[in-house]
């Protein structure tokens, strides 16, 4: 089984920045599609990132292109979210996922097979 452990959440003041980890167990290989969604109280959970399984391509929730960047560590298999300019409507718990199939660019829950824990992130006004 794939574990996903997630890492780098806190509070932090609009305007700042953070940088979110998640370190993947259970599988040798980091050629597989990665994501990054949130999730606030009442909603759905909403996509802001993800890598495809070749690392060549990128794709971002409008609300966060140009502020956020998905990036991965294949050495310490980890992939990482930078956030940079955060503010209020940041505030989420943050998830991140990944692929059992080497995939293109996923933006939709669906295409993840395992999730990690989530990490709250706070951005204050």
């Known amino acids: 089984q794939v574990h996903l452990v997630q890492s780098g959440g806190g509070l932090v003041q609009a305007g700042g920045s953070l940088r979110l980890a998640c370190e993947t167990s259970?599988?040798?290989?980091?050629?597989?599609?990665v994501g990054w969604f949130r999730q606030t109280p009442g909603r759905e959970r909403d996509f802001v990132a993800t890598?495809?399984?070749?690392?060549?391509?990128?794709s971002y929730a409008d609300s966060v292109t140009g502020r956020f960047t998905i990036s991965r560590d294949d050495a310490r298999n980890t992939v990482y979210l930078q956030m940079n300019t955060l503010r209020p409507d940041d505030t989420a718990v943050y998830y991140c996922?990944?692929?059992?199939?080497?995939?293109?660019?996923?933006?939709?829950?669906?295409?993840?097979?395992?999730w990690g824990q989530g990490t709250q992130v706070t951005v204050s006004s």
């Open positions: 996922a990944t692929s059992a199939q080497r995939l293109g660019l996923l933006t939709g829950t669906a295409g993840y097979d395992y």
């Open positions: 890598m495809s399984w070749d690392a060549r391509a990128t």
């Open positions: 259970g599988r040798t290989s980091s050629m597989y599609p």
